[in-house]
């Protein structure tokens, strides 16, 4: 029997979704709708076929936004719920970079750079063969990430920041797309459904008293 994965991404400016089997992408939505993600993503997945009915569900657990990450998670939880289906994560670092090295791999790291808030951006490296981070997520002002990235290719939305001329990045830069799961290796698609946000919140719980 095949099984289908319904692959969720909400955690950055875009929200789409995808059908997976067998390593093939059946069918998928993608949109950057900057905010919204809520309102967007249950429609984007009742026009998947079936409904987006598949036999586990995939959700990226961040970095990125706070309320995308929390939406995308909520609903991937809750359907694998209704479903009776296991619900595991990935992270929008590495799909951003499996695109990348799909695309164009020279066997050299790439820093993905995507936009954390606060003035803030979140980058770290990854090589391929097989895929994997190579350093730490960090959330560092523009200034310290372009110190950080010296010659290293750089991909994400929050590039644009860093003072860079990046011709190959689109005016947003590149975004996660549920459809690019397909490019990760199995071991990167297993994080626990809970979110990676890559720096401390910024309300704290009032001490007990």
Wanted: net charge positive; proline share 8%; hydrophobic share 45%.
């Amino acid at each position: 029997m095949k099984l289908r994965t319904l692959v969720i991404e909400t955690a950055t400016a875009a929200c789409s979704v995808a059908l997976i089997e067998d390593g093939r992408v059946v069918a998928s939505r993608h949109a950057v709708v900057g905010r919204g993600h809520a309102e967007r993503l249950v429609p984007m997945i009742a026009e998947l076929p079936d409904g987006g009915r598949a036999g586990a569900v995939l959700v990226d657990v961040g970095p990125g936004s706070f309320t995308g990450i929390r939406v995308g998670i909520a609903a991937a939880r809750g359907l694998g719920l209704g479903w009776g289906v296991p619900v595991h994560g990935y992270s929008s670092m590495a799909i951003v970079a499996a695109r990348k090295l799909a695309d164009a791999d020279d066997g050299l790291p790439v820093a993905v750079v995507l936009e954390g808030g606060h003035g803030e951006v979140f980058m770290q490296e990854y090589i391929s063969s097989p895929l994997h981070a190579i350093g730490a997520l960090e959330s560092l002002t523009p200034a310290a990430a372009r110190k950080r990235a010296g010659g290293t290719t750089l991909v994400g939305d929050g590039v644009r920041w860093l003072g860079f001329d990046n011709p190959q990045d689109t005016p947003r830069g590149a975004l996660p797309r549920a459809a690019d799961i397909i490019l990760l290796p199995t071991a990167l698609t297993r994080l626990p459904p809970r979110p990676i946000y890559g720096r401390a919140p910024d309300a704290k719980p009032m001490a007990a008293r």
